[in-house]
């Protein structure tokens, strides 16, 4: 299988996505650069966390418009798995490619620390390998990670199981006490209507290792492995 | 022409910032400044003698603000 992890000025998390996919997993993986115009030929699309463009404006506003984004729309739209990884998520929220935005954490802060995420759809491409209901510790880092959208679109959302994670406690409630973030009903991670779209907040490519603290985000690409592997055979 | 587009967050989302900013407004001793929200503005400086006015509506929705969760306004200084 080959992924296709973008990178823009400004892209940190590039690297740990590489390192989990190569290492981790042993499939291949390329960085592409914002400026390609092409992303035929990967099997799945990874858009990865940081500060593309410094944030300028907004998470996510000016990177939509990078040259790579009209190639990963196309994709998109014809089946082909991308996964938004915190501004990796901001951007696709952006781009139009997934409802919604991501507004200043309710406290103002910055956080980095590990949460629980509450499974909610094992139906996607990214999730199917587990089990709804099931619990994940998996690293949050960012200053703008509420999401927001109006009733009608969280009403959508739930209504069609497009919320895939919501942020819970150690033993899986989703409460608001087990909210970092202000996200409106806990919401850590979308999918588009197709499916085939994934935009989270937590970061499962910096928990694939038990000694990096959990190895819980191994979910996400062994799902996306396996659903690929399956369609080719 | 000078123009200023004015973005502020909309009424319907929670703008901790402006909360954070009116919360030090009373510890200045203002016991009643209301809600205050924190935006932003864009100031362009164009050797256009005239605005387009539909391609600088677009610009805002597409890229100076996001309707998702902000409104805009702007004003032009000829």
Partial sequence: MKFAVLRFPGSNCDQDCLRSLRDTFGEKADPVWHKETSVAGYDAIIVPGGFSFGDYLRCGAIARYSPVMAAVREAALKGTPVLGICNGFQILCEAGLLPGALVRNRGLHFICRQVFLRLENNTSPFTCAGAVGQTLRVPIAHGEGCYFADEATLDALEGDGRIAFRYCDETGAVKAAANPNGSLRNIAGILNDQGNVLGMMPHPERACETRLGSSDGRLVFSSLIESTLGQVS | ?78
């Fill in chain 2, 1 to 78: 022409m000078k123009i200023r587009v004015t973005v502020l967050p909309k009424p319907s989302v929670l703008d901790p910032q402006g909360v954070a900013t009116a919360e030090a407004m009373r510890h200045l001793g203002w016991k009643n400044p209301g809600r205050v929200r924190v935006g932003k503005i864009i100031e362009i400086d164009s050797p256009d003698a005239r605005p387009d006015e539909d391609k600088l509506h677009a610009i805002c929705r597409d890229l100076l603000s996001n309707p998702v969760i902000e409104d805009y306004t702007f004003e032009i200084a000829e």
